[in-house]
């Protein structure tokens, strides 16, 4: 399965990318999951961010929402504005 996968704010400085593409294994069928396989692959800043936000294509998500065949994956920090 083909996913593309988009990281902003301080996870898109820390990770060094603002997103990637990438083909998932099989037993990777929910964000959680998928943001655990991410941390295998090395980008450890998932891991450790606090309070991460996720969406699936621009609709906020759990990390028990299911992953899709060309989904969008968004993972960001919590953003304030003033």
Known sequence: MSVKILYFAGLKEALGLAGESVDLPAGVTTVGALRDWL???????????????????QDMAGLDAAVREGDEIAFFPPVTGG
Not at 39 to 57: H, P
């Open 39 to 57: 941390v295998e692959q090395g980008r450890d800043k998932l891991a450790t961010a606090k309070n991460l936000r996720c969406a699936v294509n």
